[in-house]
């Protein structure tokens, strides 16, 4: 099977592509790309628990506190204990976390754009779609 025409080689390409991309979006604001997920998972479910968090962003529990450990002392986020049940914690967006997660809603839409400029409106939405199901 040449490369062209495997799946596994042309989404890892893709993949790839689009994470460097992003990247470049994002080096102004000092972050990765799994650090915007996570931010931009919290402004749509602030304060909800890691292990929901965990499942939102797709993140294993490893990768979700290193991510963690590094946006609480840059002030974008704080962890509390859950008042329900003492061994979970809440995670919350701090007021600078809040703009920059503002900030990412714009920024992401605009990657987006971008990346896919290329394609039509309907070839975008296809690929979604496509996407998804996978």
């Given at each position: 099977m040449q490369l062209k025409d495997c799946i596994f080689y042309l989404l890892s390409r893709s993949s790839r592509?689009?994470?460097?991309?992003?990247?470049?979006?994002?080096?102004?604001?000092?972050?990765?790309?799994?650090?915007?997920?996570?931010?931009?998972?919290?402004?749509?479910?602030?304060?909800?628990?890691?292990?929901?968090?965990?499942?939102?962003a797709e993140l294993d529990n490893a990768t979700l506190t290193g991510v963690l450990d590094r946006l609480c002392p840059a002030g974008c986020?704080?962890?509390?204990?859950?008042?329900?049940?003492?061994?979970?914690?809440?995670?919350?967006?701090?007021?600078?976390?809040?703009?920059?997660a503002d900030v990412l809603d714009s920024l992401t839409e605009d990657a987006n754009a971008k990346f896919l400029a290329e394609l039509s409106d309907q070839e975008r939405d296809d690929l979604k779609i496509l996407l998804s199901r996978l």
């Open positions: 592509r689009g994470a460097r991309f992003y990247k470049k979006q994002l080096d102004a604001l000092g972050l990765t790309p799994v650090q915007s997920i996570v931010l931009q998972a919290l402004a749509v479910q602030d304060g909800c628990t890691t292990s929901r968090l965990g499942k939102a986020l704080e962890r509390r204990t859950s008042l329900e049940d003492r061994r979970a914690q809440r995670i919350f967006l701090t007021k600078r976390g809040r703009k920059i």
